[in-house]
C-alpha cells in the first residue's frame, strides 16, 4: 500500500489500486476514458516521488522528463505527490470547418487546427467535449495532402461525445483537441512490401490515411484493404475507395458485408478474417494494420501469427468502449492502437 499527496490531501492507496481510481474514489473530477494507458487523456504530473516506468508508456520523452504520467496506469510503490497538469499542455484549439454525413451513423468531420499539428495518418487524437469529458477518434487525413484534420465519427447510442458532435456541434464552432498519439501509421521502409489493411466500422478511418501516406510517399508493393460491415449502408466510403483502386494498379480493395442485400464483384460477404487469410498468402512476408473491434483485431492477429505471420509486422487499433463513470453512457472511443501488444 502507498498513498499519493494531490491538493494537500493525502490519499491512502490499496493494494494495487491506480492514481486514477484513488482520486476518483475521493470524488476529484480527473480526466479520463479509456482506463488502459493508451488515450493519455488522463494525463498529470509528479512533483515528488518515483513514477513507476508503466504510468509514462507511450509519452513523449519530453513529458517523461518532466515528471507526466498516466494516472490509470500508475500504481505507486513509494509516496508520490502528484497534481493536475495545465490544460493546454497537450492541447489547442481547432475550428469545426466541415461535417458531412457519410452514412446514416458516420459523420466526417474537418477540423483546422490553428497551430501547426503534427501527426501520422492512423494516429487518433482526443476531443475534448469539456475540460474533462473526451474521446479518442482516428485520423484518416494525411499532413503533406490535406490542409484539415479529418475524423470518422460513429454514432454510439447514448454516446455523450458522438452525439455531441453528430447533433451539436456546427461549421464555425471552435473545439479543443489533444496532441496526436498512437503507433499505427506508415513507417517510410520496404517500398516493395505487400502491404494489407483490414478493419470494421470506422477503423476504416485510419486505414484509408495510412493507404493514402503509403502511396503519396511511393509505396510500390500491393496494398490490400479490407472493410468490413454489417450492411450496405456501413461501407460508408465505398465509391470513394473504388475510385482510389482505379487510380492506383498496386492499392486494392475488398469489402466484407455480412448482411448483403446482394452480392457483385465489389460486394462480397466473406468475413473479414477469412478474406485476410486468403489476400496474405505467406504472411511472413506482409506489413499488416488492423483496425476496429476490438475481439475482431485480437481473433484475426492470432490468425495471421498462426498463418506465419511476425508480430513485428502487425500493427493495430483496436476500438475500446470508454470507462464512463456513469453507465448508461457508454460513449464509445475508439483507437486504443497499441502496436503488436496490445489489442
Ligand atoms: Fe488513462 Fe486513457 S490513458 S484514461
Given at each position: ?17 491506480t492514481?486514477l ?11 479520463n476514458s479509456c482506463r488502459s494507458g493508451v488515450c493519455q487523456t488522463c494525463l498529470m504530473q ?5 513514477i513507476p516506468e508503466i504510468a509514462q508508456v507511450g509519452l513523449k520523452d519530453t513529458l517523461k522528463a518532466q515528471g507526466y504520467f498516466l494516472a490509470c496506469s500508475c ?10 497538469t495545465?490544460?493546454?499542455v497537450l ?27 503534427e501527426y501520422r495518418?492512423g494516429q487518433y487524437l482526443t ?7 473526451g474521446?479518442s477518434?482516428s ?39 489533444q496532441a496526436a498519439t498512437g503507433n499505427c501509421f ?129 500493427y493495430s487499433d483496436p476500438?475500446v ?12 472511443h475508439p483507437n486504443i492502437d497499441i502496436k503488436v501488444e496490445q489489442a
Amino acid at each position: 500500500m502507498s498513498h499519493i499527496i494531490f491538493d494537500d490531501q493525502r490519499i491512502e492507496l490499496d493494494e494495487g489500486q491506480t492514481v486514477l481510481s484513488g482520486l476518483l474514489d475521493h470524488h476529484y473530477d480527473i480526466p479520463n476514458s479509456c482506463r488502459s494507458g493508451v488515450c493519455q487523456t488522463c494525463l498529470m504530473q509528479a512533483v515528488d516521488g518515483e513514477i513507476p516506468e508503466i504510468a509514462q508508456v507511450g509519452l513523449k520523452d519530453t513529458l517523461k522528463a518532466q515528471g507526466y504520467f498516466l494516472a490509470c496506469s500508475c500504481v505507486p510503490q513509494t509516496p508520490l505527490r502528484v497534481v493536475t497538469t495545465q490544460a493546454d499542455v497537450l492541447r489547442c484549439s481547432a475550428t469545426v470547418i466541415n461535417q458531412t454525413l457519410l452514412s446514416k451513423n458516420v459523420l466526417r468531420l474537418r477540423l483546422k487546427p490553428e497551430h501547426t499539428y503534427e501527426y501520422r495518418a492512423g494516429q487518433y487524437l482526443t476531443v475534448w467535449k469539456t475540460a474533462t469529458i473526451g474521446r479518442s477518434y482516428s485520423l484518416a487525413s494525411v499532413a503533406e495532402l490535406d490542409d484539415f484534420l479529418e475524423l470518422h465519427i460513429r454514432r454510439i447510442p447514448n454516446g455523450i461525445v458522438s452525439n455531441w458532435l453528430h447533433d451539436t456541434v456546427k461549421t464555425g464552432d471552435i473545439l479543443q483537441i489533444q496532441a496526436a498519439t498512437g503507433n499505427c501509421f506508415y513507417i517510410p521502409g520496404s517500398p516493395e512490401q505487400k502491404i494489407l489493411l483490414a478493419g470494421t466500422g470506422t477503423g476504416l478511418a485510419p486505414l484509408i490515411g495510412i493507404a493514402r501516406d503509403a502511396l503519396l510517399q511511393g509505396h510500390t508493393g500491393d496494398i490490400h484493404l479490407i472493410h468490413g460491415a454489417t450492411q450496405m449502408d456501413d461501407l460508408y466510403l465505398h465509391q470513394a475507395l473504388l475510385d482510389m483502386a482505379m487510380q492506383h494498379h498496386q492499392f486494392h480493395y475488398h469489402t466484407s458485408v455480412l448482411q448483403a442485400d446482394h452480392v457483385t464483384p465489389q460486394i462480397s460477404t466473406v468475413p473479414l478474417e477469412q478474406q485476410s487469410i486468403d489476400v496474405a498468402v505467406n504472411p511472413a512476408d506482409w506489413r499488416i494494420y488492423l483496425c476496429g473491434d476490438v475481439n475482431m483485431i485480437n481473433g484475426l492477429k492470432r490468425k495471421l501469427f498462426i498463418a506465419g505471420a511476425s508480430m513485428n509486422n502487425i500493427y493495430s487499433d483496436p476500438f475500446v468502449g470508454s470507462v464512463d463513470t456513469n453507465p448508461t453512457n457508454p460513449d464509445t472511443h475508439p483507437n486504443i492502437d497499441i502496436k503488436v501488444e496490445q489489442a
